[in-house]
């Protein structure tokens, strides 16, 4: 079994930062890709940035520049560093991993969400 727990959201206003936090526990052999993606209000969850083992990292196109995914692979841990923040950031961010539990099993782990709402 493998959990995943999110800490960080919170209320903001806008211009200003967060810092979320991701870390994995559980029967994990490695972790290959790590990421984060949210969903606002009466909207489809959206990828927001994605890093993988080597540390390849990749963005949605309204974040970049602002937002800086990082991983701890020693502690199983992602974070997302959000600076210049807007409304429009306003969402449930979730945290996503794809652990290999062992050398055969792959699967994909969500977190249960954390809130992040800036206000104008």
């Known amino acids: 079994q493998v959990q995943l727990v999110e800490s960080g959201g919170g209320l903001v206003q806008a211009g200003g930062s967060l810092r979320l936090s991701c870390a994995a526990s559980?029967?994990?052999?490695?972790?290959?890709?790590m990421g984060w993606y949210r969903q606002a209000p009466g909207k489809q969850r959206e990828l927001v940035a994605t890093i993988i083992s080597g540390g390849s990292t990749n963005y949605a196109d309204s974040v970049k520049v602002r937002f800086t995914i990082l991983r701890d692979s020693a502690k199983k841990t992602v974070y997302l560093q959000m600076n210049s923040l807007k409304p429009e950031d306003t969402a449930v961010y979730y945290c996503?991993?794809?652990?290999?539990?062992?050398?055969?099993?792959?699967?994909?782990?969500w977190g249960q969400g954390t809130q992040v709402t800036v206000s104008s």
């Open positions: 996503w991993m794809e652990v290999l539990t062992t050398i055969w099993e792959r699967n994909n782990y």
């Open positions: 559980g029967s994990i052999f490695s972790i290959s890709s």
